[in-house]
């Protein structure tokens, strides 16, 4: 894609990184002579076709070091798949998790999805995941 906006904060509170999204979202979008490729069929049209619709990405870096125990993800990608969720390492796609189960946790979905079905996704998802993070430890 041409354009990436990224939007970070430390916390848990992901209704205020969105709403700092947005905002940075209109300020782009009011500067004359831009446009991008829309579509009121698909949403915005991007070079990558699974973010057609929204082209949203949103993600969450949380620690997890039961599941993630003797450096492997496997415990943790088997929890966050049926949750619909993707682990990756902190720095992308194919990075390894940190030394302290450090993950990058983003909701699998993005194709044709609206942002408010992202952020519920990695909210739900995310809310599980600590549960099973929780028990992980107990055992």
């Known amino acids: ?3 990436r906006i990224m939007c970070m904060q430390k916390g848990t509170l992901l209704n205020d990184v969105f709403d700092r999204l947005k905002s940075a979202l209109a300020v782009v979008e009011s500067i004359e002579g831009l ?3 829309v579509s ?3 949403g915005c049209v991007t070079s990558c076709p699974t973010n057609l619709g929204t082209g949203m990405r949103a993600s969450v870096h949380v620690q997890l070091p039961n599941l993630t125990k003797g450096g492997s993800d496997a415990k943790a990608k088997a929890v966050c ?3 619909g969720l993707s682990v990756r390492g902190t720095g992308g796609e194919h990075t390894p998790i940190g ?3 450090t993950c990058d946790i983003s909701p699998s ?3 044709c999805i609206r942002e408010s079905a992202i952020i519920t996704a990695l909210y739900t998802g995310l809310r599980l995941l600590k549960a099973e993070e ?3 430890d107990s055992s």
């Open 1 to 3: 894609d041409h354009l």
């Open 109 to 111: 979905a993005r194709f």
């Open 134 to 136: 929780d028990q992980a």
């Open 81 to 83: 798949k049926p949750l």
């Open 40 to 42: 009121s069929d698909y």
């Open 35 to 37: 446009s991008f490729a």
């Open 99 to 101: 030394e302290d189960g």
